[in-house]
Nanobody, 126 residues
């Protein structure tokens, strides 16, 4: 059974950094389309960054140049390095994955992802 467990959230001041982790079990990240999403209270779920099955990375315009998505195959872990955080980045962050035999829209949508973690909270104070 696929399980995703996020960690690394916390509270930082504007301009600070955090690194989120998502540990996967039950499958190998290299085979799946994986992504980070976030949702703030009263707002829709927003795609933050993702890695396609061919290894191509993608980012939301709002985080380009500040966030970096990566994965460590040996640890089967997905990361999101977040720099220059601002209050608009505050949200619950989720990692998500979908197996290679399932079609994914272009661009991918939250409903494409079959597996989700429980989320990790990021708070940014001004």
């Amino acid at each position: 059974q696929v399980q995703l467990v996020e960690s690394g959230g916390g509270s930082v001041q504007a301009g600070g950094s955090l690194r989120l982790s998502c540990a996967a079990s039950g499958y190998t990240y290299g085979e799946y389309d994986i992504a980070w999403y976030r949702q703030a209270p009263g707002k829709e779920c927003e795609g933050v960054a993702g890695i396609d099955r061919d290894g191509t990375t993608r980012y939301a315009d709002s985080v380009k140049g500040r966030f970096t998505i990566s994965r460590e195959h040996a640890k089967n872990t997905l990361y999101l390095q977040m720099n220059s955080l601002n209050p608009e980045d505050a949200a619950m962050y989720y990692c998500a994955a979908v197996p290679p035999w399932v079609s994914v829209r272009d661009p991918a949508e939250p409903r494409d992802y079959q597996y989700w973690g429980q989320g990790t909270q990021v708070t940014v104070s001004s």
